[in-house]
């Protein structure tokens, strides 16, 4: 538990599109909760934080909100992709990788300095 | 393109709108449910779980707010809530805050209407191609007239020789008559050469220019019209062109009608533009100047190039004609000074004095809102005890200050338009004409630009005065200090400061208004050598065709005297070719029988009078007589004289007898055979001049002035003048009846206008600067009622609380009335240019002012001192 990261600045944002991607429609307890289930329980989540990116997204419009009810019968918003948050994935991820592999070629190379 | 549409959604988030704040609230609250029974389910008590829950979410109200921050702008948002807030605390303060209000609406009142003249007339660019490039262009006689008039053979000739301009023509605006339907009219027009309009860079909006050549005899008569002639008189028909007036009994073709926006001040009003066709005996003799000349200069060619080329040209034109150019230099003005150069000092001084009261007024607001600051030091102690930063606290004072800056332009640009409205509604319809360029009076661009800037300075001077006062960790330690003790120091150090600059404004403005007001006195009590009560004039015009003829013109003058005389009511009647106390006058040449002449220019101003004329007027004979009825050409001609005509060409000699040779008949003497009293023959601030007088019936004119002498009323004189005139012909043009009254003081009208609006600017200043005092003082008084108390418990005596609070008066008074006077003889040696018979350090005024100044203001602190000398020792020790 120790071990525990803080979400890194700017991938709030793609981890919730993801999230999105992956389960449909969900309401914001759930998005938390998925995010740190998916990151092995090695991130630490602050619930609050996840409000403004949230509503960023929708000013956005990558994302819409809807009131519905959840499984145990609880009222909840629940947020979807839309076309425009799905356009926003595939450059999001390409960005990323991009970035993953830049940052690998260093480690590589200290790799082979060593 | 997703940043600008979140950014639209926040905007819209800036409206009110509690539903969304509701639905924000209640998706976290659903949501720590979802969570709370998750807990639950993994076996925690309720407590836990809520506990748990609330941690993990960070709490409930910083999440909320993180939530609303990014659902609208938190700067903006805080912007909008202080300016409800401040518009709250204003109204709890209703008073402070209209006194504030009106002050600063006063101030841009002024301002802004003065400098809309300020635009009107001297900013916004000429309605010509590339006015910089224009210039006025004169003939000069050193010491007698600095920008004279151009002779037509001059003008053609400096035209021919010149090489420094591409363009250079005459103008000569004329009195003519305008042939109608129902008779003779006066019309406004002007001569000019053919290039005239080319010259300025202007065209007709309808039809054509003036051809080259179309200003010569041979060519048909053409006039161009003014636009506001084409709508009056031909309701803007565009099938004017072609069509025939009858001008000075020439037909003349119409070819063009002007711009709408087309102005020409120094030959305005100006119905209709004929050409030259330089005919008259005047216009061919070099000696007789009648034309202005305006100029366009060649690209490259600077003002003085083009000075020192015209001046060369008048050296070798001197040499050439020696007998009518001696003397006869060059000058050249820049066209903008030719069309405004006269209200420009005035309209600046108007701009500076209505920016010292805008000064004085801002002055007063800011320290007022010192003031209130310091009465508020324990609320804001509060606020920022409770956690309010010091940029919050400062936020809330620049909404105050919007606020008010907000509220007081409004007012003080919208009063400014009716100002403007009432400024131009005082200004007589005859000035009004011929200043054009007021047409362009209004909230233009650059007014309200100009409007914006009073304000913007406004706004960041209320909105910062309260905060330099005080910084925060002073504010805690008032908040330790509670109200007693040394609150009010920031004020008393600040805002007698303040007070000094709004007394010494003060005394700037009123010794500004002081010395105006003198110049107004001693113009109007400038000795006249003519009686103006009960005298009437009226001008009288008859067509040349009937009456240019001697016999002619004299059995009219018979007449009209006849006819005039028998209305009841009129006692005398005289008639001259210009009237005292106005402008117009034609110069005349002559040498002296039995002294040598070189040529120098006895250029002196001549008026022809009939023999009743001086008696009428109520002029002094000194010595010698009048003229005689018989008196005409076929008697020996004869000429009465003024004083400084002796005193100039017959100093400690008898003028009596001497005789004159005109120039333009130098065979034929004329005998100087009466003296009379100087006259004011110019206007009131001009020099007096050696002045001849002609006997009408030796020199007659068909362009005169009838002078009545009445008893009684003499307003209803006037329309019986003219009905007199017309029965003798219909076809006589009678204009501008008037009373000698009347036209001095439309000659001092820019002298009481200006002495009216800077005394008004003035006492306005000295109310402000006084009220500002005695809030400085009355404060003081206040803060200070415990150590009265004291003071007065320890026996100290009335006279020695008056003393104590009148000293601290005493100085500021003393030091604002010293800064003041200081400054008025600098600001004073401005404006002597418009100032009349005082000089910029009267002594007189400067310490009539600072005597004003200094009561008024001691008026003002003994209130406060007396409220002082009359407190209960015991009362005022258990205040507070």
Redesign the interface.
Known sequence: MADKTDVWQGTLALMVLKTLEALGPL????I??RIEQTSGDLLSL????L??AL??L?????IASEWGV?D?N????FYKLTR?GKKQIEQETRNWEQTTAILARFFASRKELA | MKTLRAFFARLTGLLPNSRNDVDRAAEIEANLQLHIDDNIRQGMTPERARREAMLKLGGLEPTKEAYRDQATFPLFENLIRDMRFAVRQLRKNAGFTITAVLMLALGMCASVAIFAFVDAALLKPLPYKDPKRLVGVYEKLEKVCPLCNLSYPDFLDWKRQNTVFSAFDVYNRQGFMLKTASGSQRAFATRVSDGFFRTLGVSPILGRNFRAGEDQLAAPRTVILSYSVWQRSYGGAADVLGKSVILNDDATVIIGVLPRDFHFAPSEPTDYWVTMHASSECDLRRSCHSLYGVARLKDGVSFQTALADVTEIAGRLEKQYPGSNKEQGANLSPLSEVISGTVRPILLVLLAGACLLLLIAAVNVASLLLVRTESRMRELAIRSGLGASAARITGQFVAEGLVLVGMGSVLGVASAYWTMQILTGLISSDMLLSMPYLNGLGLTPRVLAFAGLIALFAAVLFSFTPTVSLSLSEIRQRLSEGSRGSSGNTWRRLGSKLVVVELATAVVLLAGAGLLGQSLYRLLTVKLGLQPDHLVVINVAAPNTRYSKDPQAIELERKVIAEVSAIPGVNSLGIATKSPVSYQGNTTWFKIAGRPWYGEHNDTPFVCVTPDYFKTIGATLLRGRYFNESEDSTKPLVAIVNQTFVRQFFPNEEPLGKRLLPLSDPAVPTEIVGLVEDIKEGPLDSETRPTLYYPFTQNTDTYFFLFARTTGAESSVVPAMSAAIHKIDPEIVTMRGQTMSEQISQSAYIHRSLALLVGGFAGLALLLGVIGLYGVIAYSVSQRTREIGVRMALGAERTNVYRLILKDAGGLIAFGVVLGILCSIGAAHLMESILFGVTSRDVPTLASVAVILSCSALLASFIPARRAASLNPVEALRAE
Do not use: C
Request: hydrophobic share 20%; no cysteine.
């Open positions: 309401h914001g307890y759930g938390a909760r602050n619930y609050g934080t409000y403004p509503l960023k929708e000013q956005e419009g990558a959840s145990n609880r009222k909840a918003k425009a």
